[in-house]
């Protein structure tokens, strides 16, 4: 019979998450910051190179399909992790040739930064698919909460430890930083994923559904998966969900400094008072659904529900917070926002986690990738919609306050139809039983 994943499985894992999270942070921070302020390059470029990265990610269902038809995951996360170390060191050389050639430099960095989507995806869709297979239902919550906050981690100690070891900054200087990143979190990755699959594989033909269904082409897959309405309901909510999650990140800064008076110091913190609040709340829904799994404290449904819709809530409390500057509790508001944005993340992906196995068997990698690819997409769009409508609606109107009111209501309003579509989406009553008792891929 199959075995799932205990903690220690779970916490390996999150290590690899650990990895690509110090990896992506070079790409999506550190290199940004030198184009910018050392280059003195516009913004627009590392903008459109991120963006690169985010679209790449289109191809996650195709890699998710490849995980499925091998019926491993771990060489795709293996693989995936090597291209994103190849990647990351590539876009730190085109990053220090953008000095020397502007035309070369550039081509240097879309290559590389095409390159560091593909490894994002297959190597965080195929972690994905192994945690959904191998995770019971009553530890997918607090699962996807480590996991999450080990990549969060990876973020925050690469960019704090790098950022010392790049002071005074200098081109060859960079590239050995990144490459000592790289090197640490390829060896991380190799020391956490070595043996773990196998000791988790199915251990007759029987019971492994990869043996028992038929090989078809990817395109054929991936109409199966598409044609299941719950399939592509969760993908819509998973789309529209994660647009107004990040619609806000690039505007709450502007909006605290115009609206509040706040200083770049106050409103760089106020940043981190809000991930405060995302880690509060990713880590009291993974308690209470570790706790209480079999009553409604448990539901990943119901924490999807309510995280989606206290964060609109918290948004349209932004929007109010504009009309009634400076006497609002900002800070307070903020931080229930990132209450409830990590609350809802983390039901979601625990809920993604529990979906993958619903409809055609071994499809699992084919619908993580679909809903990969949504979320990567709603990411890219999202960043560029929140500003698109913040200096649309300062055009348009005549109070810079309203303008942000607007744009605050109006995320909100996405979070309350990520609400609905949340509460549509539903569990057979058999599929519930097979998550519960840790059958369900067996």
């Known amino acids: 019979m199959a075995r799932n994943l205990g903690w220690l499985g779970i916490i390996r894992l999150g290590l690899v998450q650990t990895s690509l999270g110090a990896m992506v942070v070079l790409a999506t921070s550190t290199f940004n910051r030198v184009m910018v302020v050392e280059l003195a390059l516009p913004a627009m470029l590392p903008g459109l190179l991120v963006a690169v990265h985010y679209v790449t990610q289109i191809f996650r269902p ?20 090597c291209v994103l170390g190849l990647a990351t060191l590539g876009a730190a050389i085109a990053t220090t040739q953008l000095a020397n050639s502007l035309v070369l430099g550039t081509i240097m960095a879309i290559i590389a930064y095409f390159a560091i ?17 191998r995770v019971v239902a009553g530890r997918r919550a607090a699962a996807a909460s480590v996991v999450w906050l080990m990549m969060i981690a ?7 430890l790098a950022g010392k070891f790049l002071d005074p900054y200098t081109p060859m200087r960079l590239v050995e930083v990144s490459g000592s990143v790289v090197a640490i979190a390829l060896c991380v990755t190799f020391a956490a994923v070595w043996g ?25 897959a991936l109409a199966e998966v598409w044609s299941e309405p719950e399939a592509r309901r ?4 998973v789309f529209i969900s994660m647009l107004a999650y990040s619609a806000q990140d690039l505007i709450l800064e502007p909006f605290a400094g115009v609206v509040f008076d706040y200083t770049v110091g106050q409103s760089t913190s106020l940043s981190g008072i809000q991930h405060q609040g995302v880690f509060v709340g990713m880590l009291g829904v993974a308690v209470l659904c570790s706790l209480f799994k079999n009553s409604w404290l448990g539901s990943l449904k ?29 800070r307070l508001t903020v931080f229930l926002l990132g209450a409830a944005n990590g609350a809802f993340a ?22 993580m990738g679909l809903w990969g690819a949504a979320q990567a997409f709603a990411f890219g769009l999202g960043g560029f919609a ?24 109006l995320e909100g309003g996405l979070f309350l139809l990520s609400a609905v579509i949340a509460g549509q989406l539903t569990v057979s009553n058999q599929q519930r039983r097979r998550l519960e008792t840790g059958t369900a891929f067996t």
Request: proline fraction near 5%; charged fraction near 10%; hydrophobic fraction near 50%.
């Open 62 to 81: 195709r890699m998710g399909y490849g995980s499925d038809v091998g019926g491993r995951s771990t060489p795709w996360i293996v693989g995936g992790m």
């Open 117 to 133: 989507g593909l490894g994002v995806g297959a190597a965080g869709t195929s972690l994905l698919v192994l945690l959904a297979k």
């Open 154 to 160: 990876g973020f925050a100690v690469t960019a704090t």
């Open 196 to 220: 773990l699959e196998q000791r988790v594989l199915p251990t007759t033909a029987e019971e492994d559904p990869v043996a028992q269904t038929p090989k078809i082409p990817f395109r054929v």
């Open 234 to 237: 969760f993908t819509i909510f």
């Open 302 to 330: 119901m924490w999807t529900v309510t995280g989606c819709l206290a964060s609109a809530a918290a948004l349209w409390a932004l929007s109010l917070a504009s009309l009634m500057s400076p006497d609002w509790p900002l």
């Open 346 to 367: 983390v039901a979601a992906i625990g809920s993604m986690m529990a979906n993958a196995g619903r409809g055609t068997a071994a499809r699992e990698g084919v619908r």
């Open 386 to 409: 929140g500003t698109a409508a913040s200096d649309l609606a300062h055009a348009l109107l005549a109070s810079p306050v309203q303008a942000y009111a607007v744009v605050f209501g």
